[in-house]
């Protein structure tokens, strides 16, 4: 079962070869996606030798892959984690039954609603960064991106078998859906804010992939645990996929850290845009940004549909069958940082309705272990600053901090506070232009930009002057 079936068209682990409907309705897709790929995916390079991992098993050691291909064919496919036969539902009214094989009826609508708010966020990403190809610090850079970017093709071949497999005639209407929201797009902008978004520049980029790519960790680890079988074994296997793309956030800023800090050394100045860096105050700034429009992707506070997912067995919590409680949470409380006027206030309220929260809980502590390792960086350089995550309710649009106007270390402002000071805490139009100045091209095998550091090592033990994409 783990071995991946590439003989076939569609590469698989799902027995698509006994599957004649699913096959065809696949096989016609294919070329949607194709054709979606050359419009609005990476700009360039489709024609280029790009040294890429391809999944060939779905263990552990399923990485094990790395060759040269070109972008249009890559071998996206249909891979889900081995199934465990004693499965059970483990949380919510169902729990201790078998986990569905098939879609509960009663649910259709929910989970239907679940799997395409997921799929429309992976090639939203490969269109929000699309034009950042022309730009790249250096060939590790490139390599990582395009690697990135057909991952989040793959992330939304998941999802579309999904669809397909077991929604009918819906799942196939969604699934074309899908390749025709743009982001950004005003008349059929992608689903979720975050995702309409540019990402204009590579600080934006490893922001990104730090920061929104790990709300994507928490959704599917949410995921991961649905009662409905199929949901949760592709989830389990793209969040193996997932990892690198965190990687190549924490790695990207922890180099543009570095270089700074080398910069700010070097030449006796905080002001390291004078030596054509990226100044830490600066980077706070985007983080600030990324982080806070990263929050709102985990929704309201106090939320009944969040309620509903999990009572109905469909989206647990982050590692739920670790947690050693009753999961039915009819009786717990969880307490929430909230606003009682002007005061933040924390207070208990029903565990059910707080789940989003709970699951930004888990989201924020991961995210400050990257920051932290940031910071021990900083102070190896024997520099005094740090960078820090602004307060939850710093710069948000979605939930109980919507409405108020808070500065990063959690202060309420009235609206003349926060217009004197939003340009010390957030990305200007000067910010971005010094930024876009700085993106020029660097494709000299083993090169890197000005602003940024070297990674420690190459990808798959391979040097760092590697030639990771062939652009002869
Ligand atoms: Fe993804
Ligand atoms: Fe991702």
Same mark, same amino acid.
């Given at each position: #079962?783990?071995?991946?079936?590439?003989?076939?068209?569609?590469?698989?682990?799902? +027995?698509?070869?006994?599957?004649?409907? &699913?096959?065809?309705?696949?096989?016609?897709?294919?070329?949607?996606?194709?054709?979606?790929?050359?419009?609005?995916?990476?700009?360039?390079?489709?024609?280029?030798?790009?040294?890429?991992?391809?999944?060939?098993?779905?263990?552990?050691?399923?990485?094990?892959?790395?060759?040269?291909?070109? #972008?249009?064919?890559?071998?996206?496919?249909?891979?889900?984690?081995?199934?465990?036969?004693?499965?059970?539902?483990?949380?919510?009214? *169902?729990?201790?039954?078998?986990?569905?094989?098939?879609?509960?009826?009663?649910?259709?609508?929910?989970?239907?609603?679940?799997?395409?708010?997921?799929?429309?966020?992976?090639? %939203?990403?490969?269109?929000?960064?699309?034009?950042?190809?022309?730009?790249?610090? +250096?060939?590790?850079?490139?390599?990582?991106?395009?690697?990135?970017?057909?991952?989040?093709?793959?992330?939304?071949?998941?999802?579309?078998?999904?669809?397909?497999?077991?929604?009918? $005639?819906?799942?196939?209407?969604?699934?074309?859906?899908?390749?025709?929201?743009?982001?950004?797009?005003?008349?059929?902008?992608?689903?979720?804010?975050?995702?309409?978004?540019?990402?204009?520049?590579?600080?934006?980029?490893?922001?990104?992939?730090?920061?929104?790519?790990?709300? !994507?960790?928490?959704?599917?680890?949410?995921?991961?645990?649905? !009662?409905?079988?199929?949901?949760?074994?592709?989830?389990?296997?793209?969040?193996?996929?997932?990892? *690198?793309?965190?990687?190549?956030?924490?790695?990207?800023?922890? $180099?543009?850290?570095?270089?700074?800090?080398?910069? #700010?050394?070097?030449?006796?100045?905080?002001?390291?845009?004078?030596?054509?860096?990226?100044?830490?105050?600066?980077?706070?700034?985007?983080?600030?940004?990324?982080?806070?429009?990263? &929050?709102?992707?985990?929704?309201?506070?106090?939320?009944?549909?969040?309620?509903?997912?999990?009572?109905?067995?469909?989206?647990?919590?982050?590692?739920?069958?670790?947690?050693?409680?009753?999961?039915?949470?009819?009786?717990?409380?969880?307490?929430?940082?909230?606003?009682?006027?002007?005061?933040?206030?924390?207070?208990?309220?029903?565990?059910?309705?707080?789940?989003?929260?709970?699951?930004?809980?888990?989201?924020?502590?991961?995210?400050?272990?990257?920051?932290?390792?940031?910071?021990?960086?900083?102070?190896?350089?024997?520099?005094? &600053?740090?960078?820090? &995550?602004? *307060?939850?309710?710093? *710069?948000?649009?979605?939930?109980?901090?919507?409405?108020?106007?808070?500065?990063?270390?959690?202060?309420?402002?009235?609206?003349?506070?926060?217009?004197?000071?939003?340009?010390?805490?957030?990305?200007?139009?000067?910010? %971005?232009?010094?930024?876009?100045?700085?993106?020029?091209?660097?494709?000299?095998?083993?090169?890197?930009?000005?602003?940024?550091?070297?990674?420690?090592?190459?990808?798959?033990?391979?040097?760092?002057?590697?030639?990771?994409?062939?652009?002869?």
């Amino acid at each position: #079962m783990a071995a991946i079936d590439y003989v076939e068209k569609i590469p698989n682990n799902v +027995s698509l070869a006994t599957d004649r409907r &699913l096959m065809r309705a696949l096989e016609d897709w294919q070329p949607k996606f194709l054709h979606w790929w050359r419009e609005v995916g990476p700009d360039g390079f489709q024609t280029k030798d790009v040294y890429l991992r391809t999944a060939i098993s779905v263990d552990a050691q399923g990485w094990a892959h790395f060759d040269y291909i070109r #972008m249009p064919e890559y071998r996206w496919g249909v891979f889900l984690a081995e199934p465990d036969p004693g499965r059970l539902v483990s949380f919510g009214a *169902h729990k201790g039954s078998p986990a569905w094989q098939d879609v509960p009826g009663e649910y259709r609508g929910v989970l239907r609603r679940l799997v395409v708010t997921q799929g429309d966020t992976e090639p %939203a990403s490969v269109e929000q960064q699309r034009h950042l190809g022309r730009t790249c610090p +250096s060939l590790y850079d490139l390599r990582n991106l395009f690697q990135v970017n057909v991952e989040e093709g793959r992330h939304l071949w998941a999802m579309v078998y999904l669809l397909q497999a077991y929604f009918g $005639r819906d799942g196939r209407e969604e699934a074309e859906a899908l390749l025709q929201r743009r982001s950004g797009d005003p008349d059929r902008p992608r689903i979720l804010g975050a995702f309409n978004e540019r990402t204009p520049d590579w600080l934006s980029f490893y922001m990104f992939t730090y920061f929104t790519d790990r709300d !994507g960790k928490y959704q599917l680890a949410a995921l991961a645990e649905s !009662g409905f079988d199929p949901l949760a074994r592709t989830c389990r296997f793209m969040l193996t996929e997932e990892a *690198h793309h965190m990687f190549v956030g924490e790695t990207g800023i922890g $180099r543009i850290v570095q270089r700074s800090c080398e910069l #700010m050394r070097e030449h006796r100045t905080d002001d390291v845009r004078k030596h054509g860096g990226i100044d830490l105050h600066t980077i706070q700034k985007y983080l600030n940004f990324h982080y806070s429009v990263s &929050l709102d992707l985990f929704g309201s506070e106090i939320s009944t549909n969040a309620a509903n997912f999990y009572t109905a067995g469909l989206k647990g919590r982050f590692e739920e069958t670790k947690k050693a409680d009753d999961h039915v949470l009819k009786e717990a409380t969880y307490p929430i940082t909230q606003l009682d006027g002007e005061r933040i206030v924390v207070r208990e309220e029903p565990a059910l309705v707080t789940l989003n929260e709970r699951l930004r809980d888990d989201y924020v502590a991961d995210c400050q272990r990257g920051v932290d390792r940031w910071n021990q960086a900083i102070r190896r350089h024997g520099i005094d &600053l740090e960078l820090r &995550l602004p *307060h939850r309710g710093f *710069h948000r649009a979605i939930g109980a901090f919507a409405d108020v106007r808070m500065s990063p270390d959690g202060r309420i402002l009235s609206e003349a506070a926060w217009d004197a000071s939003r340009r010390e805490w957030l990305p200007t139009e000067e910010d %971005a232009a010094y930024i876009q100045s700085l993106m020029k091209p660097v494709v000299e095998p083993g090169r890197f930009a000005n602003w940024i550091a070297a990674p420690a090592r190459g990808i798959n033990g391979q040097p760092i002057d590697f030639e990771y994409v062939r652009l002869e």
